[in-house]
């Protein structure tokens, strides 16, 4: 009898112990969220696996630690794929400013050569229109028209028209 009746205490501790793990197990299942902490739950559900359903309930930790790993590896691709996307932004976002840098340098060269333009028609204007000019109206010689390139005169009328007066 004494025999059995350690026999019943140590069942009833290892029972105990059994049970320990078992709620250590469940709540480490029920926390996780990374590949490695479904396989710590596994594992300990494995240390105990005739206590209730630790066998399936093990099985079901690696199946969602394969869940968690493949969640994890879509991720990644995802993030990678971002990462390419934003860099391949990023250089069509530098050749489109190189480019439009560019056109502003061009366009600020064709507004200089305007302005230069401007200006020296500006300053013959005003040679031309200068007081020298009012005092002495002969035109500059790039204005002058020569001889032979005077408009011609305008026709002239028969003298019998010109007599007669049109009478109201």
Do not use: W
């Not at 197990?25 to 559900?45: P, R, V």
């Not at 020296?120 to 040679?127: G, R, S, T, V």
């Amino acid at each position: 009898m004494p025999e059995n009746y350690n026999q019943n205490i140590i069942a009833r501790l290892e029972k105990e112990r059994q049970e320990g793990i078992y709620q250590r197990a469940t709540a480490a299942m029920s926390q996780a969220k990374t590949e490695s902490d479904y396989l710590a739950a596994a594992g300990l559900f494995d240390s105990i696996s005739e206590h209730k359903d630790s066998d399936i309930t093990a099985a079901s930790c690696r199946s969602l630690a394969e869940e968690a790993r493949a969640a994890k590896i879509r991720l990644e691709e995802e993030a990678l794929a971002k990462v390419a996307e934003k860099q391949r932004l990023d250089h069509e976002y530098n050749i489109i400013t190189d480019s439009l840098r560019d056109q502003v340098r061009e366009l600020e060269k064709a507004n200089e050569k305007l302005g230069f333009f401007q200006r020296k028609e500006k300053l013959a204007i005003e040679k031309e229109f200068s007081c020298d000019s009012f005092m002495n109206p002969k035109p500059p010689a790039s204005r002058r028209l020569r001889p032979d390139t005077r408009p011609p005169s305008p026709p002239r009328l028969p003298r019998s028209l010109l007599r007669h007066k049109v009478h109201r």
